[in-house]
């Protein structure tokens, strides 16, 4: 009888081969991934999304405006107009954009074509100052006059505004100028101008505005000069936010980076440095990097804010800040300012952003530290592309031959196998069936005899 004993592993089940062959392919995609990923933030940095209050408008009381005849226009409600007045004391643009300010002014006759829906509203509207008066007594707020100023729009039209903050000493008829603020009703006066139906807005103040510029290609370093970073005490230019740093040189360059940003490719912008530790902060404070110089900034996104943007003559509508920490700048958090309001990004995403240096900014960290950075002005927020060179995709190609590989091996060594075990098998049960008719042919003569 072979007594020979044979040890063999059971075949590997379906399912588990799936598992490890899945497994395999996880980890080198994984591998592959994680050698041109962006490092993480470090920890210890919070991701904020701000969040902004809003003035709440009494509806009830504004369904008490008339407007729907001549007489009716020319008389104004002294409740609603005070109402709007004391909530748009405090409608600054960040504010103006948590109330849906549109892009662009609404026409007039899409106003009067639907006017309970736009009433309360926040919107705006530029042109040429005709007629400023004020202040006159009867706003609710101690210290305040009510201002009302009419404009000729681009079309013919008008509009008129009422506001609280009495206006610049340049503001005067014949200055461009932009009004915004809620919308009360429509209005008609007959002195100093015979107006039908305009747009009456209620709001904080009238401010100067520009004629639009066009196009930016080209920086102007004469532009780029004005810049005043100098200085770092608290106040200082180097301290303004980009509600306050509303100046020439900011204008150029926020145009200039929208206006060619479809001018370079991928490629070109992948040649240019990347912000990193090598130029921290002594290249910046000492000039050594110029205004509007290139830098790719990547980094985790801790902080996104939009706001309303002020007049000004690049045709800016909105502003976007944003706060990119960046590891390989020694993990430090830098303020990035876009001249649009960019799609929604959840906070801790990966970017790579196209930016030009402006200037050195000083910021007070929640903390109560000080921090001194460089400040850049980018086209938009963009998300980080995982870049596959080619060297990339000859590792890709023999990772993808040699996981090819062992899945055969794999795949013939489990078929050799389950046939080992198939004819093991077989042959145990064949020794079992002989050995049972021995065992038979043993007790049959027993059983015959007498």
Partial sequence: ??????????????????????????????????????????????????????????????????????????????????????????????????????????????????????????????????????????????????????????????????????????IRPGSWVRIEGYLLKLRDTTYPLDVREAPMLVGREIRRDYEDWPAVHELDPAVMAKVDDTRYWPGDPTWHTVEEDQTEPLWHLAAFARDTADSRSFEQWRERPILSAHDFWEPFRDNEVQRGEMRRIIGTLIRRQSLAAPPNPAGIRFWTVAWVQVREYAGATVPIWVPQRVRELPLRAQLEVRGFYYRRFAYESMNGQRHFVPLFVAADLDSYVLETGPAMRQIGLVLVVVLTVLILLFWLGQRRSARETLAHQQHLDARRRRRREQNANRSAPAASAP
């Fill in 1 to 170: 009888m072979d007594r020979t004993t044979v040890l063999r592993l059971p075949p590997i089940p379906p399912l588990a081969r799936l598992l490890i062959c899945g497994s395999l392919i996880a980890g080198i995609a994984y591998l592959a991934w994680g050698l041109e990923q962006p490092a993480p933030a470090q920890p210890g940095v919070e991701a904020v999304e701000a969040t902004v209050a809003v003035p709440p408008l009494d509806r009830t009381l504004l369904t008490t405006v008339r407007d729907a005849t001549r007489e009716q226009r020319l008389q104004l409600e002294k409740e609603p107009l005070r109402h709007l007045l004391q909530a748009g004391i405090d409608v600054g643009p960040t504010v103006a954009l948590a109330l849906g300010m549109p892009e662009q002014p609404v026409p007039p006759a899409t106003v009067r074509a639907d006017l309970e829906t736009w009433r309360g509203r926040w919107i705006w509207y530029e042109g040429e100052l005709k007629d400023l008066s004020g202040p006159r007594e009867g706003h609710p707020i101690q210290g305040y006059g009510i201002h009302e100023a009419t404009i000729a729009l681009a079309d013919g039209g008008f509009a008129i505004g009422a506001f609280s903050i009495p206006p610049d000493a340049v």
